[in-house]
């Protein structure tokens, strides 16, 4: 049974910085697409940020292009959401997802696994 587990939310200042970690066990997760979704008071859950099983391929939306990075580590099974510049619009719970297949994909819908969620909340 996959199993993931977010790290790293937070309060901090607008302008600021955080780094989410998300860590994957129950089965080779190296080998799938990895992504983060959001999910805003009153909102629905929104894409964040995708990446590829190897990394390669990256997707983000226009509302935290260059502002947020993702990456991963397969030797260790763990995502991470680096984001900076963080505004308070960006407060929301992050959930860790988990796809189906090798290469990402921006709808929640296709993803098979999901965290619990880390609250991250900027101040203005």
């Known amino acids: 049974q996959v199993r993931l587990v977010e790290s790293g939310g937070g309060l901090v200042h607008a302008g600021g910085s955080l780094r989410l970690s998300c860590a994957a066990s129950?089965?080779?997760?190296?080998?799938?697409?990895m992504a983060w979704f959001r999910r805003a008071p009153g909102k629905e859950r929104e894409f964040v940020a995708a990446?590829?099983?190897?990394?390669?391929?990256?997707y983000y939306p226009v509302s935290v292009k260059g502002r947020f990075t993702i990456s991963r580590d397969n030797a260790k099974n763990t995502v991470y959401l680096e984001m900076s510049s963080l505004k308070p619009e960006d407060t929301a719970i992050y959930y860790c997802?988990?796809?189906?297949?090798?290469?990402?994909?921006?709808?929640?819908?296709?993803?098979?696994?999901w965290g619990q969620g880390t609250q991250v909340t900027v101040s203005s």
């Open positions: 129950g089965r080779a997760s190296s080998s799938y697409a």
């Open positions: 990446i590829s099983w190897n990394g390669d391929q990256t």
């Open positions: 997802a988990e796809g189906p297949g090798q290469y990402p994909s921006t709808k929640r819908e296709e993803y098979d696994y």
